[in-house]
């Protein structure tokens, strides 16, 4: 496969996270202990997609986001072992953003998040020349989901836009869509090329029930659309109407965190070296499988 000429770099504007992961292979015991097996980790939904991608090809990754000074350090360095080119802002006033991911038996996860610093990342953190040599930008969704961050993540999409660059956004979080409202939503990240969720996300933008009912309509709005299914591949829709049905390999999953990240990035990897959609959703989908098989979203 031959990549195509000119700048190739990805930009990824989002979320950077200490990940406290906690899996406990009993049900939870309300007001008194239950074992666990607990890990630090390098995560966040943006550096998780940065990281992937660059594990899938991409040789030239690029992070936009904002962290505390605790964890400032730690994360560029993390970031720069993966092969990504951390452009973090140090905040002076909060902490980097921290999760608390309760991982079940069925590894499942529930989120507890502070969102910290990374939701603080402001207009002055940005510059059109951050676009220099950049073929694709990708937006984590969870930067629209307060004022100043969003109002940055739309300065990046108009910017980029204005630069004739593709522009993917990834929803994110269904708690924190339903909590700002689909319609308000849909109408921030008007204007990208792609839109990357998973079911539930769809389900929450559009209403219908089915994914590939969801993915065909939310294609209305979005040349390409790509509805992540876990265990069940991914489909694709576009001009209002599904495309493909992609399959995931079977593993046996231990930890499901940043497996909707994992197939993001390999996906716009895929899409910067020339793949076509549905070669892009298998890339996808094969590292969406093998995120599970290990604790935390990097690879």
Do not use: Q
Request: glycine residues 12%; hydrophobic residues 45%.
């Amino acid at each position: 496969m031959t990549g195509p000429a000119g700048p190739a770099g990805l930009l990824v504007a989002g979320d950077v996270v200490t990940d406290v992961v906690a899996r406990h292979h009993k049900p939870l015991a309300a007001a008194t202990d239950t074992p666990a097996r607990i890990r630090t980790l390098p995560g966040g939904a943006g550096a998780n997609v940065a990281c992937w991608a660059a594990r899938s090809g991409c040789a030239d990754v690029r992070l936009l986001g904002r962290v505390g000074a605790d964890g400032a350090d730690w994360h560029d360095r993390e970031l720069r072992r993966a092969g990504v080119r951390p452009l973090l802002a140090l905040d002076p006033d909060a902490p980097t953003a921290t999760v608390i991911a309760l991982v079940g038996p069925d590894a499942e996860r529930t989120f507890l998040t502070d969102s910290g610093a990374s939701l603080r990342l402001a207009p002055e953190d940005w510059s059109p020349g951050l676009l220099d040599g950049v073929a694709r930008v990708h937006l984590s969704g969870y930067l629209f989901f307060a004022g100043p961050s969003r109002e940055t993540a739309g300065c990046v999409l108009r910017d980029a836009r204005a630069a004739g660059l593709a522009v993917s956004v990834d929803p994110a979080s269904a708690g924190f869509l339903t909590e700002l409202g689909a319609e308000r939503f849909l109408a921030e990240v008007a204007g990208a090329e792609c839109l990357l969720p998973n079911a539930d996300e769809a389900r929450l933008l559009t209403g219908c029930a089915d994914p590939g009912e969801a993915a065909a309509a939310l294609s209305r709005r979005f040349p390409l659309v790509a509805v992540t299914l876990g265990g069940a591949g991914a489909v694709l829709a576009a001009d209002g109407r599904v495309t493909a049905s992609v399959a995931a390999p079977s593993v046996r999953a231990v930890d499901s965190t940043g497996a909707g990240d994992a197939f993001t990035g390999a996906f716009l990897a895929a899409r910067l070296a020339g793949a076509d959609p549905v070669r892009a959703a298998e890339s996808g989908c094969r590292a969406g499988a093998e995120a599970v098989t290990r604790v935390g979203g990097r690879p």
